[in-house]
């Protein structure tokens, strides 16, 4: 099948290498001309796991192309996905749909055979009715559906997400559009749940899983708080929860709050929507507030594990908002580091992936190191932000001897605590306290 993708970001590139991975044409398009000249030129512009060589394999065959005319990538289209981003309203907290709206505006126009418009961004819930209105507007002899499918990709799975999904959702009420759509899912159709709902229902299941999940992240971690608290470990209480099916055992690492590019958003667009038809969701209202005060808890905790800040040399292992990838919106690590900032902290900062995109934020306002040794060297702290593999490989006798002073704060519970303390480190992680080594309460 012939495919558009509009807007080639976390979302769009991935959908674009994996649909033509699969046997379809793809044409990506982005207003953004640098990201098409990378693109074009080879040059990857985000970090996933396994991206790449699919990326050039399909480029090379042919099947993948990019441009910045927008019309290539829909006039031949059996198939348009709208991907771009709908960030947080500055004001109101809601989805800003000003991206989403101005791209069907500018595609209405270069619709020529009947297409399908896909709308793959997170929506609020009647966004397509209104994406469909603004199209007839524009273009009324168009044939065209709008239909939901929304993307539960993980950032720093996206590639195995796209050939492993758990679900498909598809939105809408066309049996013509379902009759296409279905078709270039087919290689799912076996392997994965398909889902047939009305696009109302679609739109909404996306920000209901979110919210969820969200909720479920700040219950692990005020659980944690307890656990600190009552002499619990959160680790084993998480274990014991998971196993009971009807909860499941993901998203139960306590840690510093949820963060990136869509759990705050979409969080927040979940709260306004229900408060805005008059139905609105404590649970949500609470969790979005408890993650807020997270990231300041834990500044704080830093803040009271150090002498004097302003002497202080802080090491920090983790940018990104979590491992596997080099996205740092809203990111916990960089929300922390901001708050240490404003105590004049000197900070010295390790990423495996996420170096640039931090430095695009926090800029020359800390250090950055080589490796996370080298963060580490004469530190008189060492903070653990993102959950990357290799830092709970860390040659904790070797980190030893390279720190000024033996103190860890490891808020993403990596290290082996027992290893830790005996490699003679003050130890602090997150919902566990340890007899020899415990947290004054
Ligand atoms: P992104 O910011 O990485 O990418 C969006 C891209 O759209 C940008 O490159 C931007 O330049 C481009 N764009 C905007 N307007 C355009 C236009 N008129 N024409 C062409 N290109 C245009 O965003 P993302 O993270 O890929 O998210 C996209 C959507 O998918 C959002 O609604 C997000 O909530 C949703 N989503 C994201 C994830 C994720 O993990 N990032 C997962 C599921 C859903």
Known sequence: MKIGIIGTGYVGLPTGVGFSELGNTVVCTDKIKEKIDDLKSGKLTIYEDGLYDLFIKNVQNG??????????????????????GTPPHPLTYEADLKYIYAAAVELADY????????????????????????????????????????EFLRE????????????????????????????????????????????????????????????????????????????????????????????????????????????????????????AVGAPIELIETTI????????????????????????????????????????????????IEELLKHNANITAFDPKAMGTACQILGNKVSYADDMYQAAKDADVLVILTEWKQFSAADLEMLSQLMKQQKILDFRNMLNAKEA??????YQCIGRCFANNQKEK
């Open 111 to 150: 619709l020529t055979d009947y297409t399908v418009i896909a709308v793959k961004s997170t929506v609020p819930v009647g966004t397509g009715d209104n994406i469909e209105q603004l199209i007839r507007n524009k273009n009324p002899a168009a044939r065209f559906d709008v239909i939901s499918v929304p």
């Open 289 to 336: 507030s408890g993650n807020k005060k997270r990231k300041q808890k834990m500044a704080n905790r830093i803040l009271e594990a150090i002498a004097d800040i302003k002497q202080a040399k802080i090491a920090i292992w983790g940018l990104a908002f979590k491992d596997g990838t080099d996205d740092c919106r809203q990111s916990p690590a960089i929300e922390v």
């Open 156 to 275: 720093g799975f996206a590639i195995h997400d796209f050939f492993n999904p758990d679900r498909v959702v598809i939105g809408t009420n066309s049996q013509k559009a379902l009759n296409i759509i279905k078709k270039l899912y087919l290689p799912f159709a076996d392997k994965t749940k398909m889902l047939y709902v009305t696009r109302r229902s679609s739109e909404t299941i996306k920000y209901a899983s979110n919210a969820f999940l969200a909720m479920k992240i700040h219950y692990i971690n005020e659980m944690a708080d307890f656990c600190e608290k009552a002499g619990a470990d959160v680790r084993e209480v998480a274990a014991g929860m998971g196993l009971d099916a009807r909860i499941g055992n993901r998203f139960l690492n306590a840690g510093l709050g949820f963060g990136g590019s869509c759990f705050p958003k979409d969080t927040m667009a979940m709260a306004y929507m229900a408060r």
């Open 421 to 426: 303390i005996k490699a003679g480190f003050e």
């Open 63 to 84: 099947r993948l192309s990019f441009t910045t005319n927008m019309r290539k990538a829909v006039s031949d289209a059996d198939i348009v996905f709208l991907a771009v």
